[in-house]
């Protein structure tokens, strides 16, 4: 797929999709488990709370505007058996089952965002039946779906001009329609200026330790047809100095008021060799990644993640058997770094508080 006019139809209709809704209002979300790729393509039926938490906690589901919509539909997946419960019941249950979804990851603030669009939606009135509040939550779990996917497309929109008509793009984890609902955020920018006949070549992040860049932003790519390479994260400075990379994109899981942004560990090492090199770095995230009642990155949780995914990534054992590791999921990237931030809202250049109250505006969410 390599014609201009092929590769636009390709962005009307972006080739993954990380979750859909199966059935009606008391159906169930279906999600590609993301631990099984790229070897297999598995297809995972999500029937309850416990089940959708364990799979965002084990990263079967993963990246913030994922983890949102996931975390929504699995709230009504729980819910349906409860439908026509009494009404103090049904509400007693979702106010538990948000708590706990809630607790499943700690960084990505798209999943306390998610979870309080539907907590708004039952206090919205006063129902007359839980089959009523189960409708409207329903509705609300796939327009949360509905509207990521047009942040997505409006992202890629701004951001696709920012990127060379010709060069390399360095990414970093994966940040596509596996982590959105669709087409993704950085890598959605990526592959909507190449379907706009940018030139490009993308360098793709390996991502120790889970290797998300590794097993699934390449098999992404490899979707779209865009050409890519793979290197080790700790190449990226030398593939720098020899010229390759004309601009980095990244995606986020929460950024702060004044620009900080959090996102998988590594980012901020890239953003410092770009500065160092005189490469534009980018963060592409939708308005419901902002945190604004957050004054800086310093305020973000770090999710630690069990030291065995360093010692023994996918089971096979490198360090010697009860070795230590540090195991932070994300780094905090200061915004002075980022060259711009680009939202569904619009480019925010410079990054700072100002500039991204004044994008953000009432869209501000929290
Ligand atoms: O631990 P993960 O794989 O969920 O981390 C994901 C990231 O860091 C992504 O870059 C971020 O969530 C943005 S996804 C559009």
């Given at each position: 797929?390599?014609?201009a006019a092929?590769?636009s139809?390709l ?7 990380s979750?859909r ?7 169930c ?14 297809r ?13 906690r084990?990263?079967?589901?993963r ?16 819910l349906r058996?409860?439908h026509d419960?009494?009404?103090e019941?049904y509400?007693?249950h979702l106010?538990a ?12 603030v798209?999943l ?23 409708r409207?939550?329903h ?6 779906r ?6 997505c497309h ?7 001009e920012?990127?060379p008509k010709?060069?390399?793009?360095l ?9 959105t609902?669709e ?16 030139e ?15 097993r699934?932003?390449?098999w ?16 990226a ?5 020899e ?23 590594g ?5 410092v060799?770009?500065r ?14 902002f ?8 305020e973000?949780p770090?999710?630690?993640r069990?030291a ?9 054992r ?18 002075e770094l980022i ?7 619009g ?6 508080a100002e ?12």
């Amino acid at each position: 797929m390599s014609d201009a006019a092929s590769r636009s139809r390709l962005l009307e209709n972006p080739p993954v999709r990380s979750i859909r809704w199966v059935g009606d209002e008391f159906g169930c979300p279906e999600i590609i488990d993301q631990t099984q790729l790229p070897d297999q393509l598995v297809r995972l039926r999500i029937e309850s709370a416990e089940q959708m938490w364990q799979a965002i906690r084990s990263l079967r589901i993963r990246g913030a505007p994922a983890i949102g919509i996931a975390a929504a539909m699995g709230l009504v997946a729980e819910l349906r058996s409860r439908h026509d419960a009494p009404l103090e019941h049904y509400l007693y249950h979702l106010q538990a089952t948000i708590d706990y979804l809630a607790t499943a990851r700690p960084t990505a603030v798209n999943l306390f965002w998610a979870l309080d669009r539907m907590r708004a939606v039952a206090r919205s009135r006063s129902w007359d039946s839980s089959t009523a509040l189960h409708r409207a939550l329903h509705a609300e779990a796939l327009a949360l779906r509905d509207e990521d996917a047009a942040l997505c497309h409006r992202i890629a929109q701004h951001g696709a001009e920012l990127l060379p008509k010709r060069g390399g793009v360095l990414t970093h984890c994966n940040t596509g329609g596996l982590a959105t609902a669709e087409l993704g955020t950085a890598l959605g920018v990526i592959v909507a200026a190449w379907c706009r006949g940018h030139e490009l070549h993308v360098y793709v992040d390996e991502t120790r330790p889970l290797l998300q860049g590794a097993r699934l932003t390449t098999w992404e790519l490899a979707q779209w047809g865009t050409p890519h390479t793979l290197l080790c994260d700790n190449a990226a400075g030398q593939l720098m100095r020899e010229g390759k990379v004309q601009a980095v994109i990244v995606g986020a899981d929460r950024i702060a008021a004044n620009g900080d942004t959090a996102n998988k560990i590594g980012t901020y090492s890239l953003a410092v060799l770009a500065r160092h090199h005189a490469i534009p770095f980018y963060v592409a995230a939708p308005y419901s990644t902002f945190d604004l009642q957050l004054r800086s990155g310093r305020e973000i949780p770090i999710e630690q993640r069990p030291a065995t995914e360093v010692t023994e990534p996918r089971g096979v054992r490198f360090a010697p058997a009860g070795t230590e590791a540090y195991n932070p999921a994300f780094d905090v990237t200061p915004a002075e770094l980022i060259t711009a931030i680009v939202t569904d809202r619009g480019v925010i250049r410079p990054v700072t508080a100002e500039a991204i109250a004044r994008t953000l505006g009432e869209a501000g969410h929290r």
